[in-house]
């Protein structure tokens, strides 16, 4: 089956912790997404990649850093940097930048305790 | 700064009516516009793509773009109480980077 898999889908950081978050797609995209969504929110843009070995800042990448080292595979770690990390994070990916669709992994929600 | 608008709602609709959902941009630039539906605590799913003026149909939904008046709309046709979740609207801007709405919460009232 062809799609995004993001793992894990729940993810408890402790404070001061560094953690990463997978983000792996199958349907051969080129430019693939990073999001952060809070409660009631919409998606703000963290990082995006539009082929490999490069990457653009979104609008609230501080505190986040990423890789994009094979086409399938483009994962975020949010860095004891980020004071505010407890958000739905979810990863995309479109065929060619955003002049076509995007979809989705199914999310992975971190929490700080 | 390169806007897409919707109202956050909620709004309600009685089941079997036509629900419409709307969304202004800023960027006389864009291109192509997204629907997508989130059910609550899931990832968005795309339910349209429209690129050209007009009516797009597929099913119970129809999109429709104005470039003109820089507006795009869904209608749900027969709506039921499975098509409540929230609706996301986004626009591609002239450097083909998608921008996103926030989003408006549809209530399907038995």
């Known amino acids: ?113 | 700064q390169k806007e897409v608008e919707q109202n956050s709602g909620p709004l309600s609709v009685p089941e079997g009516a036509i629900a419409s959902l709307n969304c202004t941009y800023s960027d006389r630039g864009s291109q192509s516009f997204f629907w997508y539906r989130q059910y609550s605590g899931k990832s968005p799913e795309l339910i349209m793509s429209i690129y050209s003026n007009g009516d797009k149909e597929d099913g119970r939904f129809t999109a429709q773009l104005n470039k003109a008046s820089q507006y795009v709309s869904l209608l749900i046709r027969d709506s039921q109480p499975s098509d409540s979740a929230t609706y996301l609207c986004a626009g591609t801007d002239s450097n083909y980077q998608l921008i996103w709405g926030a989003g408006t919460k549809l209530i399907i009232k038995p």
Request: glycine content about 10%.
């Open chain 1, 1 to 113: 089956d062809g799609g995004i898999t993001q793992s894990p889908k729940y993810l408890f950081r402790k404070e001061g912790q560094n953690v990463t978050l997978s983000c792996e797609q199958n349907l051969n995209h080129d430019a693939m997404y990073w999001y952060r969504q809070d409660p009631g929110q919409g998606l703000r843009l963290i990082y995006y990649s539009q082929i490999v070995n490069d990457f653009q800042k979104g609008d609230i990448a501080e505190g986040y850093s990423v890789s994009r080292e094979k086409k399938e595979s483009f994962p975020l770690t949010v860095t004891s940097a980020q004071k505010n990390p407890t958000a739905f994070y979810l990863c995309a990916s479109s065929i060619l930048g955003g002049y076509t669709e995007a979809f989705f992994g199914q999310g992975t929600r971190l929490t700080v305790v």
